[in-house]
């Protein structure tokens, strides 16, 4: 069984983000595999070792940094990885994003495609099942639980929707995205850091997809960013301090009568 | 030319969702304010017979249903065929679709076929030079980008729930229904069951007041303080990544970058210190209360109000305070 899991490099959910000359300052930023795709790279890593065979390659779009992402998920036990070399300004496109994973996807061949439900970046959600209908395949986003049969080539999914959860049986190839619980991923072995030095990470280029490079300027775009803004500053509150039933009974009053929400 | 926007109905057992109707208040506020633009609904799969109307009254002036056995279950592959056949007839120049569970799982898979931009999650819209920009969080909140679309049509755009108020019913207001057909879809991923989450509460996202609890929660079983406080409330439960992690509560109630990001009117922060991927998730919210026994906290920099304590004397007190005040 192949799997292909797309991992994006994200700034670590730490980071208190700041605009410089109008753009999100991305300088001082510590980069880190987006957390939704760890929970995609290991639930490709669970089903190979259930399965006893097959193979987790790990592919990941963006400037020459993304490397660490993809030396990460080897650590962890990736088989392969994958840089597919991209301008992040050009590529702040999803559907640019996802029409170059698509490429990739069928140079490597697959046989299920994970990938994160969104990257905390963005916030977009959308190249994960974008991919599926580029690829005329079928998808389950926000997982939560994931089984899979490659001999019936049948799927099984729970995901993740407002008061429950839907179980979705599905055919396989597929797109899963990866919501949080649907695992919980390990951390790297020694052995696993020392094997990455070994890898070989090839670099392929949209031209290496067969995908006109102009197709993927800035310019040509579906959707792009005008400007960034910070969110207003709260005001100040009212801080009580004191007896707990005193100051129980005062915040039941402001919540009532001054912000008149309760 | 006077611009065209088109509404998603997203329904629930045959009736549209309250999303619907405030995505129908902003396509009419965006049409008006372009100078007398048009609003269409779209609606796929059943649809109860007063729906029809009740759209028009909250501000479609068509509505164009496309009806078929394979749309009375959701699933992204029917409603994706069924949505570019709807288009085919609305032509609409800007498409609404509810930001939830299942126009999140929509969306993306419609603008990929229609090689369209898709604006995600937004909060805000205003025409500038006759064209649509819309306003949208990013990292979780903690950054706001405003995006403009490119040439294609229609532009897509997913709207959070709980943004926009609806218009009142305006009796006066109707609109023709135009059927239009469904071929055969060949869908590869099919629901096939449901699991209802414990408890009565509402979700998070569309949660009006929300308590939400964190480390100095210190084990699963103190939680039940809180679902005492959200049953005196009707307020839904929450917690900080550190209170999941932890393995006290499940994920589906966990709120911050990695979890949810809400805007209820009442955020209650109880033994959260505030983190920073936790302050992004919820810092939207209307009026924001932080409990806390370290009065330096980052989460009282973003209270409107807080009481400096200890939240095992403090929220039992609060607890019996409200029930009496709400039972007055």
Redesign the interface.
């Known amino acids: 069984m192949n799997i292909v899991v797309f991992v994006k490099q994200v700034?670590d959910?730490?980071?208190?983000?700041q605009?410089k000359d109008g753009v999100?300052d991305t300088s001082s930023v510590k980069w880190v595999a987006n957390?939704?795709d760890e929970f995609a790279i290991e639930e490709g890593l669970r089903i190979r070792e259930r399965l006893g065979q097959g193979k987790v390659t790990v592919v990941s779009l963006g400037p020459d940094r993304v490397k660490e992402a993809i030396k990460y998920a080897l650590s962890l036990g990736a088989d392969e990885g994958v840089h597919v070399k991209g301008d992040e300004v050009a590529l702040s496109?999803?559907?640019a994003v996802?029409t170059v994973l698509a490429a990739a996807a069928r140079k490597l061949g697959f046989d299920l495609i994970l990938t994160g439900k969104q990257g905390?970046?963005?916030?977009?959600?959308?190249?994960?099942?974008?991919l599926?209908?580029?690829l005329d395949?079928?998808?389950?986003?926000?997982v939560?639980h994931l089984e899979v049969d490659p001999d019936a080539k049948k799927g099984k999914?729970?995901?993740?929707?407002?008061?429950?959860?839907?179980?979705?049986?599905?055919?396989l190839p597929?797109v899963i995205t990866a919501?949080?619980?649907l695992n919980e991923p390990r951390y790297a072995s020694l052995k696993g850091i020392m094997a990455v030095k070994k890898k070989v990470i090839p670099e392929w280029s949209p031209a290496d997809l067969g995908l006109d490079p102009a197709s993927l300027a800035e310019g040509?775009?579906?959707?792009?960013?005008?400007?960034?803004?910070?969110?207003p500053p709260?005001?100040a509150?009212?801080?009580?301090?004191?007896d707990?039933?005193d100051?129980?009974?005062e915040?039941?009053r402001?919540?009532?009568e001054e912000?008149k929400?309760? | 030319m006077a611009p065209t926007f088109a509404v998603l109905a997203e329904t629930k057992d045959g009736v549209a969702r309250k999303v619907t109707l405030e995505m129908l208040a902003e396509a009419r506020r965006l049409a008006q304010s372009a100078g007398g633009g048009s609003v269409g609904a779209i609606a796929l799969g059943p649809l109860d017979a007063g729906e029809p109307a009740r759209l028009a009254q909250h501000g479609a002036d068509r509505i164009v249903h496309v009806e078929s056995a394979s749309l009375t279950t959701y699933s992204a592959e029917a409603f994706c065929g069924a949505a570019q056949a709807a288009l085919g007839q609305a032509k609409p120049d800007s498409l609404f679709i509810a930001a939830t569970s299942q126009g999140k799982d929509l969306a993306p898979r419609l603008a990929a076929r229609l090689r369209v931009g898709l604006a995600s999650d937004c909060v805000g819209f205003e025409i500038r030079d006759g064209e649509l920009v819309a306003r949208r969080p990013i990292y979780a909140g903690k950054a706001f980008g405003r995006v403009s679309w490119s040439t294609a049509r229609p532009r897509i755009a997913t709207v959070r729930p709980n943004t926009f108020a609806a218009l009142p019913a305006d009796a006066a207001r109707k609109a023709e229904v135009e059927k239009v057909a469904l071929e055969a879809v060949n869908v590869r991923a099919r629901v096939v069951g449901f699991e209802k989450s414990e408890g009565e509460m509402l979700d998070l996202t569309e949660a009006n007041i929300i308590v939400s609890g964190g480390r100095a929660m210190q084990g699963p079983e103190n939680f039940e303080l809180l679902r005492r406080l959200c049953t005196v409330l009707g307020a839904t439960l929450g917690a900080s990544r550190a209170a999941v992690d932890a393995g006290w509560i499940d994920h589906s109630h966990q709120v911050g970058q990695t979890g949810k990001v809400v805007n209820p009117t009442v955020y209650i922060a109880v033994g959260i210190s505030g983190a920073i991927q936790h302050l992004a998730g919820m810092s939207s919210s209307r009026t924001i209360v932080a409990i806390n026994k370290d009065k330096d906290a980052p989460i009282f920099k973003v209270a409107s109000y807080g009481i400096v304590g200890d939240l095992y004397q403090i929220v039992p007190k609060l607890t019996e305070e409200f029930a009496k005040v709400l039972r007055e």
């Open positions: 700034p959910t730490e980071t208190r983000i605009l999100v957390p939704y496109d999803p559907l996802a905390v970046d963005h916030d977009w959600s959308q190249v994960g099942v974008m599926a209908e580029i395949l079928p998808h389950v986003s926000v939560v999914a729970k995901r993740e929707v407002e008061g429950g959860a839907e179980l979705l049986e599905f055919d597929a919501q949080k619980g040509a775009a579906t959707i792009r960013f005008v400007d960034f803004a910070l969110p709260r005001p509150g009212r801080i009580l301090e004191g707990p039933a100051t129980a009974r915040l039941v402001l919540l009532r912000a929400v309760i």
